[in-house]
C-alpha cells in the first residue's frame, strides 16, 4: 500500500514548484519524455507530482516513484524553461524524501550497498589502483580513474596513464574510493554522501598532489561543484579535457569526421565546453562537425541519474536517438566513460557505424 509521505526535503522548492506554468517547452527538450511520451515522463509533470507529494495530495505510489526517478538529471529543461525552475533541485529533493520514507528501487539500492561494501557501485572487491595495476604514491599530479572508467572501461583509464606518461607527468593514480555522484542522483541522505567525500579527500591529500585530473564528467562535477559545499577541497581539479587543453602536444594526423558530445555533467552542470573541442582542434587532418544539437543544448546519452541501472531499455533507446545524431560522423568522441559505455550500447541497437571512443582514446596513439 502506498502511503503520503512527509516530504521535507521538497519544502525547499515549493516556490519552485509554484512557479511552473505549465507551459510545457520542457517537453520539446526532455529525452526521457522522447522516450516514454507521456507528460509525468518531463519535468512539469514530475513537478506536479512532486507537488503532489508535498501537499500529501498523492500517496507515493508505484507511478510516482517510477517517474520520478526516471529523470537523467540532465538538466536541458532548465536551459529551455522560462520560469528558470531548478527542476533538477526538484527532482533530487523528491527522491530523497522517497528515500527517507523507504521508497529506494531496488536495483538503486543493491547500488548503494556495493558503494558502502567495497567503495564502488559495481561489487568490484579490487580498489582502483589493484584494477589499473599501479601504487599510488606522492605525486604532484593525481588520476582519479572512476569507478566506471576503472571497472567497465579500463582502456580509457589505461590510456589516460599512458597519455601522463608521455607528457613526462609526476603523476599517481589514487587511493580512491567511489565520488558519491550515484548516491547524490538517486536520493541517498547527505550525511553518506559527505561520508563518502571526506573519505576520498582525506585519502588524496595523504598524497600531497597539488591537482586531481578527473577522466569522469560525473566525479569531476562531484569534486568541482558539490565536494566544496561539504567539505575542504585542498587540490586543484581539473577534467582530464582542461588538463590536455593547456599542454603543448605534437599530434600526428588523423583524417576522419569527428563530432563531439557534450556529457550532461560536464557541459550544462559544469560549464566545461570550450576545452575537449580545444583539444580536438590539435589533430591535424581532424574534420570537426558539430551535432545538430550541441555545447548547451547537447542532448543527454541516456545514462544519468540512475536511469542507466534502473531503467537499461529506456536508457539505450534514448542513447540511441543521440548517437543517431551522429550519422555523418566516423567517430562520435566524448569525455566521460559512462557515456561512452551508454551511447556504444545505444549505437549497437540502433546498428550505427559510427565509432563511439573518449577523448583520451583518441589523443594517446596519436601523441
Ligand atoms: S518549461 Fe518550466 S514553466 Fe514551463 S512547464 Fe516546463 S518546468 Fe514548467
Ligand atoms: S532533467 Fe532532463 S530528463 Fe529530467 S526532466 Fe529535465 S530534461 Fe527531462
Redesign the pocket.
Known amino acids: 500500500m502506498a502511503d503520503y509521505i512527509d516530504a521535507k526535503n521538497l519544502k525547499l522548492s515549493k516556490k519552485d514548484m509554484m512557479t511552473?506554468?505549465?507551459?510545457?517547452?520542457?517537453k520539446s527538450v526532455c529525452p526521457v519524455f522522447e522516450g516514454v511520451g507521456w507528460d509525468p515522463g518531463v519535468?512539469?509533470g514530475r513537478?506536479i507530482l512532486s507537488y503532489g507529494l508535498l501537499m500529501k495530495d498523492i500517496p507515493a505510489d508505484e507511478s510516482v516513484v517510477e517517474t520520478l526517478y526516471q529523470c537523467t538529471t540532465c538538466k536541458d529543461?532548465e536551459r529551455?524553461?522560462?520560469?528558470k525552475?531548478k527542476?533538477v533541485d526538484v527532482v533530487e529533493r523528491a527522491r530523497k524524501d522517497l528515500v527517507e520514507a523507504g521508497y529506494m528501487l531496488p536495483r538503486h539500492r543493491k547500488v548503494v550497498e556495493s558503494v558502502q561494501r567495497y567503495g564502488n557501485p559495481y561489487g568490484e572487491e579490487r580498489s582502483v589502483p589493484e584494477a589499473l595495476g599501479e601504487e599510488p604514491r606522492r605525486a604532484r599530479v593525481g588520476y582519479f580513474a572512476g569507478c566506471t572508467s576503472a571497472y567497465r572501461n579500463p582502456k580509457i583509464a589505461q590510456a589516460t596513464l599512458s597519455i601522463l606518461r608521455k607528457l613526462g607527468e609526476d603523476y599517481t593514480v589514487l587511493n580512491e574510493s567511489c565520488c558519491g555522484s550515484v548516491l547524490g542522483r538517486i536520493g541517498e541522505d547527505d550525511e553518506e554522501l559527505v561520508k563518502v567525500m571526506r573519505r576520498n579527500v582525506d585519502a588524496i591529500a595523504e598524497q600531497g598532489v597539488e591537482e586531481v585530473v578527473f577522466s569522469c564528467a560525473g566525479c569531476y562535477r562531484m569534486f568541482k561543484e558539490e565536494y566544496p559545499r561539504h567539505v575542504d577541497v585542498p587540490f586543484k581539479v581539473k577534467h582530464i579535457s582542461e588538463y590536455l587543453a593547456e599542454k603543448d602536444m605534437d599530434l600526428a594526423k588523423l583524417e576522419k569526421k569527428v563530432t563531439y558530445h557534450d556529457p550532461c555533467h560536464l557541459g550544462r552542470h559544469s560549464g566545461v565546453y570550450e576545452a575537449p573541442r580545444n583539444v580536438l582542434s590539435k589533430i591535424p587532418g581532424v574534420e570537426f562537425k558539430e551535432m545538430p544539437k550541441s555545447s548547451a543544448e547537447s542532448r543527454c546519452c541516456g545514462g544519468g541519474g540512475g536511469v542507466r541501472s534502473a531503467f537499461p531499455e529506456l536508457s539505450e533507446k534514448i542513447a540511441g536517438r543521440r548517437v543517431d545524431q551522429a550519422e555523418f560522423a566516423d567517430i562520435l568522441v566524448t569525455c566521460c566513460p559512462f557515456c561512452v559505455n551508454n551511447l556504444r550500447i545505444g549505437g549497437e541497437k540502433t546498428g550505427s557505424k559510427v565509432e563511439i571512443c573518449d577523448l583520451v582514446e583518441l589523443v594517446e596513439p596519436l601523441l
Open positions: 511552473c506554468t505549465m507551459c510545457g517547452f520542457c519535468a512539469r513537478i529543461c529551455r524553461c522560462p520560469s525552475i527542476v
